[in-house]
């Protein structure tokens, strides 16, 4: 229901009811029936046209709407805007099929106007079709160019969401990076000067001709207080949570209207391999990028977990498969990456038809 509401909601169906309203308006009120059920046909067939997802219905729906719309032309000859819902065919046509079968339809269908309209036997016949035909042409440019647009536009988006990701990801590298040179530094020279100093307070302390000074063993006292606080502090600065692949992963999802990420990461699971974290990260992106080119999913639920020596990364969307289930490049550029660090992929369907993707990587 969302996607109906969402399709009837796209700019370009406004042009489309006023030019189907103009035609409606000019045919006759009696004796028409059979031209007013070929009017609410096409209607039907537009709309379904845009909601339908697999090819083939698409091509269906819009075959009917060009057997609708020449069997309103042939009903009213002499009506003159007929022909109008062509041009709204041509536009959906470019918007919605490959550029072969737009052309090879929308030529078939102007051919079947032309005689449909009289052919040889009326001289308007040739001259209408082309005025119509140059309609529909400059409508199929129109959709053409805003396809490409539209398709820019995705592409950029998702280069800006992966932009986006990789940053987040260096940025916590950077961050555990410069962390371990910090602790580092403060084991290596504070804590090397820290304990020479506390052996010659306590050779001090040895010494016959200052036996019993306080304040000797006082600052013996806090030099070892003060090391053992220093070592605390470089413990935690080593001891890092890993990198922070959550941040990461919904900085790569934000971007995307659709699908909505679902993420559950366990507890118990710490990637510090920027080259596995990124691994993950790409799976992640791959996964996002089929469920809403194939699948139409709304939601893709993302799980991490450790499982004994494993890591495991279950990916699964609510979508629906337009089509078997074929290893494209995009599976197998999973496969090669997680291959690289010992990993496996397997991918299945679930009832709904919905894709399911498990990764195992050693952890």
Same mark, same amino acid.
């Given at each position: 229901?969302?996607?109906?509401?969402?399709?009837?909601?796209?700019?370009?169906?406004?042009?489309?009811?006023?030019?189907?309203?103009?035609?409606?308006?000019?045919?006759?009120?009696?004796?028409?029936?059979?031209?007013?059920?070929?009017?609410?046909?096409?209607?039907?067939?537009?709309?379904?046209?845009?909601?339908?997802?697999?090819?083939?219905?698409?091509?269906?729906?819009?075959?009917?709407?060009?057997?609708?719309?020449?069997?309103?032309?042939?009903?009213?000859?002499?009506?003159?805007?007929?022909?109008?819902?062509?041009?709204?065919?041509?536009?959906?046509?470019?918007?919605?099929?490959?550029?072969?079968?737009?052309?090879?339809?929308?030529?078939?269908?102007?051919?079947?106007?032309?005689?449909?309209?009289?052919?040889?036997?009326?001289?308007?016949?040739?001259?209408?079709?082309?005025?119509?035909?140059?309609?529909?042409?400059?409508?199929?440019?129109?959709?053409?160019?805003?396809?490409?647009?539209?398709?820019?536009?995705?592409?950029?988006?998702?280069?800006?969401?992966?932009?986006?990701?990789?940053?987040?990801?260096?940025?916590?590298?950077?961050?555990?990076?410069?962390?371990?040179?910090?602790?580092?530094?403060?084991?290596?020279?504070?804590?090397?000067?820290?304990?020479?100093?506390?052996?010659?307070?306590?050779?001090?302390? @040895?010494?016959? =001709?200052? /036996? $019993?000074?306080?304040?000797?063993?006082? %600052? +013996? *006292?806090? #030099? !070892?207080?003060? &090391?053992?606080?220093?070592?605390?502090?470089?413990?935690?600065?080593?001891?890092?949570?890993?990198?922070?692949?959550?941040?990461?992963?919904?900085?790569?999802?934000?971007?995307?209207?659709?699908?909505?990420?679902?993420?559950?990461?366990?507890?118990?699971?710490?990637?510090?391999?920027?080259?596995?974290?990124?691994?993950?990260?790409?799976?992640?992106?791959?996964?996002?990028?089929?469920? @809403?080119?194939? =699948?139409? /999913? $709304?939601?893709?639920?993302?799980?991490? %977990? +450790? *499982?004994? #020596? !494993?890591?495991? &990364?279950?990916?699964?969307?609510?979508?629906?498969?337009?089509?078997?289930?074929?290893?494209?490049?995009?599976?197998?550029?999973?496969?090669?990456?997680?291959?690289?660090?010992?990993?496996?992929?397997?991918?299945?369907?679930?009832?709904?038809?919905?894709?399911?993707?498990?990764?195992?990587?050693?952890?």
């Amino acid at each position: 229901m969302s996607r109906f509401r969402h399709t009837l909601a796209l700019p370009f169906n406004v042009p489309a009811l006023l030019c189907w309203l103009a035609v409606a308006l000019l045919l006759p009120r009696e004796g028409a029936a059979l031209a007013w059920l070929a009017m609410a046909g096409f209607a039907v067939a537009y709309v379904l046209g845009n909601v339908a997802s697999q090819a083939w219905t698409i091509a269906i729906f819009l075959l009917l709407e060009a057997l609708c719309a020449l069997l309103l032309v042939r009903l009213v000859p002499d009506n003159g805007v007929t022909p109008a819902l062509l041009v709204i065919l041509a536009a959906q046509l470019t918007l919605r099929c490959p550029p072969g079968f737009a052309l090879a339809l929308l030529f078939a269908v102007n051919l079947a106007l032309y005689f449909a309209l009289g052919g040889i036997r009326d001289a308007r016949a040739l001259l209408v079709t082309v005025v119509f035909l140059s309609f529909q042409a400059f409508a199929a440019l129109i959709a053409h160019f805003a396809r490409r647009a539209e398709a820019a536009r995705d592409r950029l988006t998702l280069v800006n969401a992966d932009l986006l990701a990789t940053r987040a990801l260096l940025a916590d590298s950077a961050r555990d990076t410069e962390r371990l040179r910090v602790a580092r530094e403060l084991h290596d020279v504070a804590g090397h000067k820290l304990t020479a100093l506390i052996l010659n307070l306590r050779a001090l302390e @040895a010494d016959p =001709a200052l /036996a $019993g000074r306080d304040a000797i063993a006082t %600052a +013996r *006292r806090l #030099s !070892q207080d003060l &090391l053992d606080e220093i070592r605390s502090v470089v413990h935690s600065l080593r001891d890092s949570g890993g990198l922070d692949l959550a941040t990461a992963l919904r900085a790569l999802a934000a971007p995307l209207p659709k699908p909505r990420l679902v993420l559950h990461i366990a507890d118990n699971v710490r990637i510090t391999d920027p080259a596995l974290a990124d691994t993950v990260l790409r799976v992640v992106q791959e996964a996002l990028t089929n469920s @809403a080119r194939h =699948a139409g /999913a $709304g939601e893709v639920t993302v799980t991490l %977990a +450790r *499982r004994a #020596s !494993q890591l495991e &990364l279950a990916i699964e969307d609510d979508g629906r498969l337009r089509g078997p289930l074929r290893e494209g490049h995009g599976l197998a550029g999973m496969r090669e990456r997680l291959a690289a660090h010992g990993g496996a992929l397997t991918f299945s369907t679930g009832k709904g038809g919905a894709l399911r993707i498990v990764a195992t990587v050693p952890a």
